[in-house]
Structures are given as structure tokens and as C-alpha cells.
């Protein structure tokens, strides 16, 4: 059990609405290792707002669990100023895209050496060198210039480079990626990936892909959930998922194009309403 | 160049590759807009001469009066030069303009000039304080408002900036006169200062703060700071009002922001994530809005210099329109027009040092 990272029992997250709560994510239960998990599904099926809620940055929503256990804390029970220690400290988030990520009118370095600054006492000098080496870990050349550039000076795939040692420079236990390539050229994409494997792989970061790219996540990470609708409808390794039982995820493998695959049309979702339906799936 | 723009758009792969930083200060949009200056002032000196031509009150008339003869008459308006063509005019004021030469006030038998150097210091220290005043509250007002937003502190912020716009600045003026000089003494009445200082301060800056200063004489200063603070604070309450709302809407836009989700990742409370980062992104906006509060404060708030007996330059502006004194008129229509120019190439010259994108 030391090696569990996080173990999620039943979470919910709902919104106040007009006449009652609307429920974004509904008994989703999982528990994660040293160890590198998907959550994909369409828009809208909740996982981004899973993984924002397991840092609780959802000011205006109603997170409930009947477990939320980080390393050893309680994390739904924690006061807000014993969260601020956690985020960014022992649990981080690489955003979407650093176009909007990152602040437009600080210099990069400067925000990169602030996440180390915020929980490390330490002068701006040795924060500097922290955040420079942290740039080259992220294979950055030229470290020293790229730290004083300002976001627009950079490309998307340096942006997001710079995003990943934001958020690893402190040595987290866990990181939430959401969508971390999805606003990158294809080109780029692959590279930001290994960079993002290696550095979760030696340090022994426990890592969540948030993705729509079934492919990707398939490739990348050692098991998959399958969110449809705000809940976790499947659990599979990465590497079975050709096994996959629930309708949805096979009707989303029917959907990928293959190379060398035939030229027909490719099958389309045909979703039901009874995949709605309450569903738990432990994994 | 063409290489950097190239990476930034990322058609290049990243590796490595790091734009060429352009630190070098870039010179051309500055001799732009000295360029664009230049055309506005002499769009503004043209406006300022036809005015002065197109007005309806006669030049002539208000200097020979009534009962004058028809040689006096005919011979004044020689002497203004008035039986020239248009454009030999207009170059004529162009030239006084440029050399200084403001013309005569019919009312005070003064240069222009002169009595202008005497209104205006008592409205630039006005209007100084009261946007000081405006802006401190309006913005930290505005940010509160934001991060509250749809809770009681929104809501308290909401209605007091409301009153501070609806409520009419003579009667909000005489209110205060009111309650703060009568009832509680707390503040000097009307005036800039109690009478019987009046003429102990030689006039050097024309600005009161300042002469007394420099005159060594502190009871002059707090008698002075004593009769400014009540209307400063009443002008810059009326003008934060919209400094307010226009915080409260900027900061709204900049909280909903992805890279506040960033800050918020990285560990730093709400606090530090306004400050130090959603606030320094609407620095550019807030110098807009200060900048034309400031300016329309500066044209001179002709109420509340009433209801004060303010020397300003807005009572003078309001009584010289009133009596057709144009060669007044003029030159402040004239002063009115550079103090906007100037506002706006100093806000424009703040964004270059806020915003790294504008560089």
C-alpha cells in the first residue's frame, strides 16, 4: 500500500444550478501508483474537472468523496492554507496550452523560479539557478537567454517545455497533465512527451494523462479510464485495451483510422442513452 | 527578424531554437508618434483659430465697446490684423502661438497668459489629489469587487461607487462643506487657503503646496492642505466611481484566465495571485482610464470650484466663454487640447514599460 499515491473513492463533483445540482463527475474511484495513468473521453465527460478537483481548484463547486487520500493527507479535509502547501509542492498540474498558461508579461524563467520560490526559502539567486538547470533538464538550449524571454518570444513547444519544469522543479509526488499536447504541432508533440516520460520515470512521479487522443494515451501510459458523461464507465491496462467491454470504448476504437488500415468509411459513436446510467468501476 | 517570427508562430521545430531577442530598444514607433503629435497639435491650432473666427461675439466690439466710433472701430480692427485674408491671419496666430504670444484678455487687460499661469497650478494641484485619491480607491475598490464577485462585498462595493457617480458633485460638495468644515471643523472651508494667509507666500510655482514649501512657512502649507483635501476628495470620489467598474470588469476578464490556474498550481493564495499576477496584466487598461480621468479632471470641475471659490481653470474658462472673451477662450481650448496629447503620449509610453508585447 506505501507505494499508492492516491486513493479516490466515490468522487463527485456538482454545481449549483437553477432548481437542484448538476452533477460534472459522478463515483469516479480509482487508485494510482508510482505509475502513469489516462483518463480520456469526450468534452464534456468530466476529466479535466477530475483532476482540478483533486487540487481543489474549483472555487464554485461542491467536491464530495467518500475517500480522497494523497500520500497521507486527507485532501478534502485540509484547511486552505494547508492546501496551498500541497499544490505546487507535492502535487502539480501542466495546463493545456502555454499560449494562455503562461503570464503573458512576466518573463518565463521568472515564473518558472517562482514555483520553487513559493515553497522553498531561498534566495532569488539560488531560485534562478534551480529554475536554469530545470530548463536544461527540459532539454531548453541556451537556458541562460530563454529565462529572461517573455512568453510570446517563445514557440508553443518551448512554452510547454517550460510549463513541465514549472511544475517539476519542486520534485512533486503526483502531476496532472491536462491535455498537455493537445495544442502542440504534431512535430513537437512526441518530444514534449518523451521529455515528460523521462523525467515522471526517474523521479518516480506518479502521472495523470488527461486526453481525448485514445492513441496517445494507449501509447503512453500504463492503464486507462474511459469517462463518458461524468463517470468512469471502464478501467482497462493500456495495452488490452483492444479487450475493452463497454460499448463506448469499443465504439471509440471502431472510430480510430489506422495506417495501411482499408479506405472505407470509419464506423460512427452511436451513443445511448443507458450508458448514462449509474455505473462504479473500481480500478 | 524574419527568423524570430518564424519561431514564434512554432512552424520551426523548437529545439533550440531561440528567438533572436530584441532588447535593442526599437526607436521607430517613437518618431511616429512624435510625427502624429506634431499633425494633432496643428490640427488642434487649427481648430483653436476657427473657433476664434467663427464664434459669434464680436473681437472688435468687445474691446471699443458700444458707443465707439466708426474710425475706432475700423481702425482696431486693422489693428488685429482683421482686414487680412484668412490664411495670412491664421499664419499670423500660428506665429504668436509659437513665439508665446497669447493676446491681451479684454476682461483683466492682462496677457492671457499670464492670468492662466495664475488658474491653472490651483486645478493641476486639484485635480493631482483628487485623482490620487480616485485611483487608490477606485482600484482597490475595483479588485476587491472582482475576487468577491456576486458576494456582499461586490454588492457594498457596487452601490457606493453607484452614489458616487449619481449623486451631483455641487450638492455632494456643499454636503460636505456641511458636515466635515461646519459641523465637525475637521477641514478648511472655501478657498485655497484661510484668508487672512493670503499674499504671506510668494507666488513662484503658482502651485500653493509647493510656494509654501519653498517659503519655509508650514502654517501657509497645512492651511493649504487643510482646504484642499475636501474638495479633492469629493472630485476624486466622483471619479473613481468609474475607475471602479472599469477595475472590477478588467480584473474579471484576467481572473478567468488559464494562467491563473497556473498560479494557483504552483501553490500561491489568492492574494498573491492577484497581485502579482492578474493586477500587473490590467496596468495598461487602468493607465488608459486614469489617464482621462485625470485629463477631464484637469479641464477643471467648474462645480466644485464654485461651490469651493476655487481660483481654477474651469471657473475661468466657464466666466471668459460667458463674457466672449476669446483670446482667453482660445488658449485654454489650446491648453485643454496639449494636456490631452500629453496624457495620452505618456500612458502610451506606460505601455511600453507594462506590457513586454508592445515593445
Not at chain 2, 261 to 275: D, E, M, P
Request: aromatic letters at 8%.
Amino acid at each position: 500500500m506505501s507505494d499508492t499515491i492516491l486513493d479516490v473513492k466515490k468522487l463527485c463533483v456538482s454545481y449549483r444550478g437553477e432548481g437542484g445540482y448538476n452533477h460534472a463527475v459522478r463515483n469516479v474511484s480509482f487508485t494510482l501508483g508510482r505509475e502513469k495513468l489516462g483518463i480520456v473521453g469526450e468534452s464534456g465527460s468530466g476529466k479535466s474537472t477530475v483532476g482540478r478537483a483533486l487540487l481543489r481548484l474549483l472555487p464554485t463547486a461542491e467536491i464530495t468523496a467518500e475517500k480522497l487520500r494523497f500520500e497521507e493527507l486527507d485532501v478534502l479535509a485540509l484547511r486552505e492554507k494547508e492546501m496551498l502547501k500541497v499544490r505546487g509542492r507535492r502535487m502539480s498540474m501542466i495546463l493545456q496550452d502555454p499560449k494562455f498558461s503562461l503570464n503573458p508579461i512576466r518573463r518565463v524563467g521568472e515564473q518558472v523560479a517562482e514555483a520553487y520560490l513559493t515553497h522553498f526559502k531561498c534566495s532569488k539567486a539560488e531560485a534562478r539557478a534551480k529554475a536554469i538547470s530545470m530548463l536544461e533538464a527540459v532539454q531548453i538550449r541556451d537556458c541562460e537567454r530563454v529565462y529572461d524571454l517573455y512568453p510570446h518570444e517563445v514557440s508553443g513547444g518551448m512554452g510547454q517545455r517550460i510549463m513541465i519544469a514549472m511544475m517539476l522543479l519542486t520534485d512533486p509526488d503526483l502531476v496532472i497533465a491536462d491535455e498537455p499536447t493537445s495544442a502542440l504541432d504534431v512535430t513537437v508533440r512526441l518530444q514534449v512527451l518523451n521529455i515528460l516520460d523521462k523525467l515522471v520515470s526517474e523521479r518516480g512521479i506518479g502521472l495523470i494523462m488527461i486526453s481525448h487522443d485514445l492513441n496517445l494515451v494507449r501509447n503512453f501510459c500504463d492503464r486507462v479510464l474511459i469517462m463518458y458523461a461524468g463517470q468512469v464507465v471502464e478501467s482497462l491496462k493500456a495495452s488490452e485495451l483492444h479487450l475493452a467491454q463497454h460499448p463506448y470504448t469499443q465504439g471509440l476504437l471502431a472510430a480510430q483510422p489506422r495506417i495501411g488500415g482499408g479506405r472505407g468509411r470509419l464506423s460512427v459513436l452511436n451513443r445511448r442513452p443507458e450508458w448514462k446510467e449509474p455505473i462504479e468501476v473500481q480500478a | 527578424m524574419r527568423r524570430s517570427k518564424i519561431a514564434r508562430w512554432g512552424l520551426l521545430p523548437a529545439a533550440g531554437e531561440v528567438p533572436a531577442p530584441r532588447r535593442k530598444l526599437n526607436l521607430r514607433p517613437i518618431g511616429a508618434q512624435l510625427f502624429t503629435v506634431a499633425v494633432t497639435l496643428f490640427g488642434l491650432l487649427v481648430l483653436t483659430f476657427v473657433i476664434g473666427r467663427m464664434m459669434p461675439a464680436d473681437p472688435v466690439r468687445a474691446i471699443v465697446g458700444e458707443d465707439a466710433t466708426r474710425e475706432t472701430y475700423e481702425m482696431v480692427f486693422r489693428q488685429l490684423g482683421l482686414d487680412r485674408p484668412i490664411w495670412e491671419q491664421f499664419f499670423i496666430y500660428l506665429r504668436d502661438v509659437l513665439t508665446g504670444n497669447f493676446g491681451v484678455s479684454i476682461r483683466t487687460g492682462q496677457p492671457v497668459i499670464q492670468d492662466i499661469l495664475h488658474v491653472l497650478p490651483a486645478t493641476i494641484e486639484l485635480a493631482t489629489f483628487a485623482i490620487l485619491i480616485g485611483a487608490t480607491l477606485g482600484v482597490t475598490l475595483g479588485v476587491v469587487a472582482a475576487v468577491n464577485k456576486d458576494r456582499w462585498p461586490d454588492h457594498l462595493v457596487r452601490v457606493f461607487s453607484l452614489m458616487g457617480h449619481s449623486m451631483p458633485i455641487f450638492w455632494t460638495g456643499m454636503i460636505g462643506l456641511l458636515l466635515f468644515y461646519a459641523y465637525f471643523g475637521w477641514v478648511g472651508g472655501s478657498g485655497r487657503m484661510e484668508s487672512f494667509y493670503i499674499g504671506l507666500v510668494d507666488d513662484v510655482t503658482g502651485f500653493l503646496l509647493i510656494d509654501s514649501i519653498i517659503a519655509g512657512d508650514w502654517d501657509v502649507f497645512w492651511s493649504a492642505l487643510n482646504h484642499l483635501i475636501l474638495p479633492a476628495s469629493i472630485l476624486g470620489y466622483s471619479s473613481s466611481a468609474y475607475i471602479t467598474r472599469m477595475t472590477r470588469s478588467f480584473m474579471l476578464d484576467q481572473i478567468n484566465q488559464e494562467y491563473i490556474t497556473t498560479a494557483r498550481v504552483k501553490g500561491l493564495s489568492s492574494r498573491q495571485t492577484i497581485w502579482r499576477h492578474a493586477f500587473l496584466n490590467i496596468r495598461v487598461q487602468l493607465v488608459t482610464i486614469v489617464a482621462l480621468a485625470y485629463g477631464s479632471l484637469l479641464e477643471g470641475a467648474v462645480l466644485i470650484e464654485t461651490v469651493f471659490a476655487w481660483p481654477g481653470f474651469g471657473q475661468y474658462l466657464t466666466s471668459n466663454l460667458l463674457i466672449g472673451d476669446m483670446n482667453a477662450v482660445m488658449t485654454c481650448v489650446l491648453i485643454v487640447g496639449v494636456i490631452f496629447i500629453a496624457l495620452n503620449l505618456i500612458s502610451d509610453m506606460l505601455y511600453r514599460i507594462f506590457d513586454p508585447r508592445t515593445r
